[in-house]
């Protein structure tokens, strides 16, 4: 891997007027940033509509993409909303995303907007255009029409699977929206291009059972005859909960997908694999074994390991990414086994490395940075992490002495928070990525996720035009260049 480093900021975060970040002017001043600190990569969370509790890594459909992302004021341009309806839209606090207002207001507003710009026949021409070439979009527009007419009821739940007439109404106002977000993101990718900076996304390994994916495709998991799971999806208990992460998803029915060839996580990995440079496939261990835990168990304590699909699953993937010559990184995160490492090892694909697992306890550790090697992605934290100056904060004092002296830090935290970052720059991993929480020196409050916990604070951290503005560039610029990473 050549040497570059990136950022890793979801579009949730950025700075903007409306709620929550979008793919207007917030996204583009950021690319700036990027590129005047000598960054490559812009990295994101999973893009998909998220679900109650704001998780992107739970979704109506992993082909969906989150219309609170669509930029208002390019709607307005385009003259498809007026500016008192942008006035109403405005949140109390820049600081944090405001899910409640979107819950309540966004919705409404585009669709309002969705009538006006059907209203055009070329339009129409252009989202039917992209809906052809993208049919599980389609279906998840479909889906979402027929999802709200039930009330928002879990599909397993609906009384009949007739298409309406206010299904049609509600399907093509889903279609403009689905297909405003994807020609605004693209529009985002072509600007960062320009700049040199490039996308990395993210998938989640699992689908929610209430989900397009699972309604239209019930063949390919290990459902009941009546469409529930007999086992669900989860980990053991593990370093960040207890009791491990019982996530409930249904499981994929290997045997029926190796018949087919993969066709739908092809189509998966192929519709990333348009939107970004690079994605980074969660909880790649399932690939070599996944945990399965009968369904109604309220733990992950009482669940066993089974085969994934291995190598065929990795052949498909690797041929997919060197057509178009893009990046796929493995998260090899949790309980990890030696067939695990092999199997990585086979794919070729670059790993994780995450300096906070590394001072955990003390010993060596391939979290150390003396232990990365180039064909690694380094990171500080996760999105799953504390933020660095969180987690030196909560560290036991003797860790914490031990990661200063790993890191040559004063005992200033925030100083030391700039080593512990400017020591996984300089490390031999060809890929790192620095949360923008450890690139500002924010503490615990700004924590993006806490795992196992849903609702609370998770998802809703944001960052404003000011403090975007106060990152020392020719500083980051500096730094990258000294360690080799400078684009």
């Not at 074994?289 to 498909?316: L, N, Q």
């Not at 609370?456 to 000011?466: A, D, L, M, S």
Request: overall charge negative; hydrophobic content about 35%.
């Amino acid at each position: 891997m050549q040497r570059k480093s990136g950022i890793l900021l979801h579009i949730s975060s950025l700075p903007g007027d409306y709620g929550c970040g979008s793919f207007g002017d917030g996204a583009r001043r950021f690319v700036d940033m990027l590129a005047d600190a000598g960054f490559s990569y812009w990295q994101v969370l999973p893009f998909c509509i998220p679900d109650a509790y704001a998780s992107p890594y739970s979704s109506v459909s992993t082909f969906s993409g989150n219309p609170n992302f669509i930029d208002l004021d390019i709607l307005c341009k385009n003259g498809y909303l007026t500016r008192a309806e942008l006035d109403g839209a405005r949140p109390e606090t820049p600081y944090s995303c405001d899910f409640a207002q979107l819950a309540k207001s966004r919705t409404p507003l585009l669709f309002r907007a969705a009538e006006r710009a059907m209203a055009k026949p070329e339009t129409v021409k252009d989202v039917d255009d992209f809906m052809s070439t993208h049919p599980h979009v389609a279906d998840a527009c479909r889906f979402l029409a027929k999802k709200e007419r039930h009330g928002g009821k879990p599909w397993l739940e609906w009384t009949d699977d007739t298409f309406t007439a206010e299904d049609e109404k509600r399907e093509r106002a889903w279609r403009f929206i689905e297909y405003e977000f994807f020609r605004q993101w693209a529009d985002v990718v072509e600007y960062a291009h320009k700049k040199r900076v490039y996308m990395i996304g993210d998938i989640p390994f699992y689908v929610s059972l209430d989900s397009s994916d699972v309604y239209s495709n019930r063949s390919q998991f290990q459902l009941e005859s009546d469409g529930r799971p007999s086992f669900v999806a989860g980990v053991p208990p593990d370093y960040f909960s207890a009791d491990g992460q019982l996530w409930e998803n249904p499981l994929y029915d290997w045997n029926a997908m190796a018949k087919d060839g993969y066709s739908f996580w092809r189509d998966r990995l192929g519709f990333m694999l348009e939107l970004f440079d690079g994605v980074r496939i969660d909880h790649f261990r399932a690939v070599e074994s996944y945990y399965r835990i009968k369904a109604g168990e309220k733990t992950a304590k009482h669940g066993h390991w089974a085969p994934g699909p291995r190598e065929a699953f990795v052949d498909m993937a690797n041929e997919m990414a060197k057509k178009d010559n893009k990046l796929i990184i493995a998260e090899d995160l949790g309980d990890i086994t030696d067939e695990v490492r092999a199997l990585l090892d086979y794919s070729g694909m670059p790993g994780m490395r995450v300096l906070q697992f590394g001072f955990l306890h003390s010993g060596d550790s391939t979290h150390r940075p003396h232990n990365y090697i180039n064909n690694c992605v380094a990171y500080t934290g996760t999105h799953d992490n504390n933020t660095m100056l969180g987690a030196i904060w909560e560290m036991p004092p003797h860790m914490r002495r031990e990661l200063f002296d790993y890191c040559g830090c004063p005992d200033d935290w925030n100083a030391a928070r700039e080593r512990v970052v400017k020591t996984v720059l300089a490390s031999s991993a060809g890929l790192a990525i620095i949360p923008i929480q450890d690139i500002l020196g924010y503490g615990a409050d700004t924590r993006m996720n806490t795992p196992g916990v849903a609702g609370g604070g998770n998802w809703r951290f944001r960052v404003t035009k000011e403090q975007l503005s106060g990152i020392d560039c020719a500083m980051w610029r500096r730094t990258n260049e000294m360690y080799a990473r400078y684009r």
